[in-house]
């Protein structure tokens, strides 16, 4: 039978990094995807930040698949007639220095694998793995319908459902507030459209981030609109537990921000192409013993490596990081010949110094997040702000600090205010 010094069971961008790092190192790696295709399956917003990209190849490869790299970014406030939005384009981005890409996953993700499989990888598509396959309380392989395949360990990157971690007992307590859903569609448009209604130049894109009216006011909820190619991504994430108490459907969600007056006119004339949902994690506990087992690490959405700190998603690269540190303690492991928890947690020695310490430090705007305020009297005052800001009703036009107290009156006392911008700038 054929063994393995590691088995990486998923070709997300956790699993491809790790195990194109460790191909690389010299390991024999075998990648199992359970899509016929890396990235046939897999959902999200958009965008990849590319520190991880740069990190791993020493700049941004050639042939690294992107629709737009980001020039513009906006984060909006908005209630069912109005956004009010900070705007900021770069006009200093490009593919070369560009901070993030918009990326469709089908690409990213198959064009990530095949940087595996060109490192020595062996990747095989269409394979579930239903278990890991254990002995003596170690993890020695994994089994698939009726096959066993051994290696010295095994990475699990399966994203946010774990499994193989759950059936080791890494993870036992997941509850549904340590999960958002998030659901997405694509719009076609063309190309020209694109540029002329975001003001794009040819290859610059657009990423949005909205609080308030998408998320129907509730906490910890926001919508997203990405420019592609001749697409454009928009879509909503939401803790399911929030739509259950306010009786609110997420479909209805998503479709009322494409119809919102603000995003119609962006979008006239396209037609929805997809629609997916997938589950993101969100606070899920990151102790050792979650992460670091005998004989398996855990990477990316499975480990809970994920950022939302009210402004930016980020999955692809803290799963790349998790992942590029999860093969280098499997390298180090089998340096030593062993592949027991002691000798492989140095991934969470490493990780503590990066993506794990990064999680961590953004932990404190989950409760912050909870806060709902942030979603339903904020977005109303600022778009009522912002309006009475720019209009001009004849003679008699209040200074700023009039309008603020007045339009605070009744709806948040000046004290809760301060508070809350305090503990938002304190996490954020
Ligand atoms: C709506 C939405 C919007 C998002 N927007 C962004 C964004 O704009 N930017 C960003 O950085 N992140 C975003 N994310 C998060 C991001 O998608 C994830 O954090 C990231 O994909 C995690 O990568 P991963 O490799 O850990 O897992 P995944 O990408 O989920 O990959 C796991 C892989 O494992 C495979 N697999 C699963 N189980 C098995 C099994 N038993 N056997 C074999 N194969 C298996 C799957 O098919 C999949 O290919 C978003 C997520 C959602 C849902």
């Known amino acids: ?64 698949p992107f629709e737009r790299f980001v020039a513009n970014e906006r984060l909006c406030f908005m209630d069912d007639a109005r956004c009010a939005c900070l705007d ?6 490009s593919p070369e220095r560009a901070d993030s890409f918009v990326a469709r996953r089908s690409k990213f993700d198959r064009w990530l694998a095949s940087r595996a499989e060109e490192a020595g990888a062996l990747l095989v598509c269409g394979t579930r793995v239903d278990a890991p396959f254990m002995e003596d309380g170690q993890v020695k392989g994994i089994l698939s319908s009726s096959d066993r395949i051994e290696a010295g360990c095994v990475i699990d990157a399966e994203g946010v459902t774990a499994t193989i971690a759950r059936k080791v007992g890494m993870r036992t307590d997941i509850l549904p507030r340590q999960f958002k859903i998030g659901v997405k569609e694509t719009v076609r448009l063309t190309e020209e459209h694109i540029n002329e209604r975001f003001s794009l130049a040819n290859g610059e894109g657009t990423a949005s981030v ?109 799963a790349m990081a998790s992942g590029h540190e999860a093969a280098r303690a499997v390298i180090s492991a089998h340096g030593r010949g062993s592949f027991t928890s002691e000798a492989l947690g140095v991934y ?14 953004f932990e404190g705007i989950y409760s912050v997040l909870r806060n709902d305020r942030f979603f339903s009297t904020y977005p109303l005052l600022a778009c009522d702000l912002a309006e009475g800001l720019f209009s001009v009703p004849g003679f008699g036009k209040k200074k700023l600090k009039v309008m603020l107290r007045e339009e605070m009156k009744g709806r948040v006392g000046i004290t809760t205010l301060a508070m809350d911008i305090l503990s938002m700038y304190r996490n954020m």
């Open 1 to 64: 039978m054929e063994r393995f010094d590691v088995i990486v069971v998923g070709a997300g961008p956790a699993g491809s990094t790790a195990a194109y790092t460790a191909a690389k190192a010299g390991l024999s790696v075998l990648l199992l995807e359970r899509a016929l295709s890396p990235g046939d399956k897999n959902v999200f917003g958009g965008r990849v930040y590319a520190h991880m990209v740069r990190r791993l190849f020493s700049g941004i490869p050639e042939d690294m």
């Open 88 to 93: 900021f384009y770069n006009s200093g981005a």
């Open 210 to 318: 909205f609080v308030g009216y998408p998320g129907g006011y509730l906490a910890a909820s926001g919508a997203f609109l990405y420019t592609n190619r001749d697409t454009v991504s928009i879509g909503v994430v939401i803790e399911p537990s929030g739509l259950v108490s306010a009786k609110r459907e997420v479909h209805e969600l998503v479709e009322n921000f494409r119809l919102h007056p603000y995003i119609s006119r962006l979008l006239r004339g396209g037609e929805v192409i997809e629609y997916s949902a997938h589950m993101i994690p969100n606070s899920v506990p990151m102790e050792r013993e979650n992460l670091v087992g005998n004989g398996i690490l855990v990477t990316g959405d499975a480990g809970g490596f994920f950022i939302n700190n009210g402004y930016t998603y980020r999955g692809v690269d803290m």
């Open 348 to 361: 969470y020695d490493g990780l503590c110094r990066e993506a794990l310490m990064e999680v961590k430090r």
